[in-house]
């Protein structure tokens, strides 16, 4: 494998988290809901998922371990939010304090162990195609899921009636409720559903990217997960271009970092930039997204706001 294909593997396994984790906000938010809890849900999913697959030895239980605990604080986002009309965006920032620090606490006991990764998908004579089959056919099953959770996604919200029902809910909740349609329960499924994700993505992260677990080991792909969604529109096929976007962004941070001595010395910038610069690139996407004319009207009319029915 030269470089190049090695490159591109990594780019493909770090951009994964980012399907992941941004596909099920997309939902979220298409609902009218905005949870800024991803971060605290994927952090959670990281190391419920490790110590799992790490005492049973088996990478399964992990995953379904890191979407149970995903949805068990996306239904706790959903309590307060839904149910108790709190604040949002004070309870989605409530969210991820308390999964980095719940997650420090349980993690304790799994700093600087490993297990294997979770093998990559071998299929004979495919496989074994220059350049094409490692990229192609080499992946592990997360990679693949991802996409096909993105297809399936799109399906739902324009060629389904539940998702059109849901759209509908994101953008007039008020005229939702009066045609008879249960928004808080919409909503609650569509939280439930980001959770899930957030939690497999970040379970992709110690099971398959870095097979280890260690303090904040999430590093802030959850709030880049957040404003992928507003980088794409808040659109399935736009988020993947997106995540692989950013994903290659990140990975290229360290690669530049590991060729800093190979490279002219006007390139060579400090360790600190490299680190810095995915979520530099976060911050430019969104103000050139702001200053743009075409994202009117692309956002959930209702995003954000609380459902109180009337009495």
């Known amino acids: 494998m030269n470089l190049t294909e090695a490159i591109i593997l990594t780019i493909i396994t770090s951009s994964t988290p980012f399907v ?5 906000e997309l939902v979220v938010e298409r609902s009218g809901v905005l949870n800024l809890g991803v971060e605290g849900m994927m952090i959670m999913g990281t190391v419920s998922g490790f110590a799992i697959a790490y005492m049973t030895g088996s990478a399964l239980l992990g995953f379904l371990a890191a979407v149970l605990a995903g949805m068990v604080f ?90 059109l029902i849901l759209r509908a ?30 939690g497999l993505g970040g379970a ?3 099971l398959a990217d870095t097979p280890f677990w260690g303090t904040g080991m999430t590093a802030g792909r959850g709030w880049i997960a957040l404003a992928l969604v ?3 529109s808040w659109r399935p096929g736009r988020l993947l271009l997106g995540a692989y976007f950013f994903g290659a962004i990140w990975i290229g941070n360290l690669h530049m970092q590991a060729l800093g001595g190979s490279l002219p010395h006007w390139l060579v910038w400090p360790p600190q930039f490299w680190t810095g610069l995915p979520y530099l690139a976060t911050v430019i996407v969104l103000v050139m997204i702001s200053a743009g004319k075409g994202r009117r009207g692309v956002a959930p009319a209702s995003l954000g706001t609380a459902f109180v029915p009337d009495r």
């Open 20 to 24: 992941l984790a941004g596909i099920g």
């Open 74 to 163: 996306a239904a706790l986002f959903a309590f307060m939010t839904l149910g108790l009309a709190a604040n949002q965006v004070a309870s989605g920032l409530a969210l991820t304090i308390l999964g980095l620090g719940l997650s420090d606490l349980l993690g304790t006991s799994f700093v600087g162990l490993n297990r294997a990764k979770i093998p990559s998908l071998d299929i004979p004579g495919l496989t074994d195609i220059p350049v094409i089959g490692p990229l192609l056919f080499g992946q592990d099953a997360l990679v693949y899921l991802s996409i096909v959770l993105v297809a399936a996604v799109w399906w739902f919200l324009y060629r389904s009636r539940s998702g």
């Open 169 to 198: 809910v994101g953008e007039n909740h008020v005229s939702a409720h009066a045609l008879g349609y249960p928004v808080r329960l919409i909503r609650f499924g569509a939280v439930l559903f980001g959770g899930a994700c957030a």
């Open 204 to 206: 992709y992260l110690s």
């Open 230 to 232: 507003v980088f794409a």
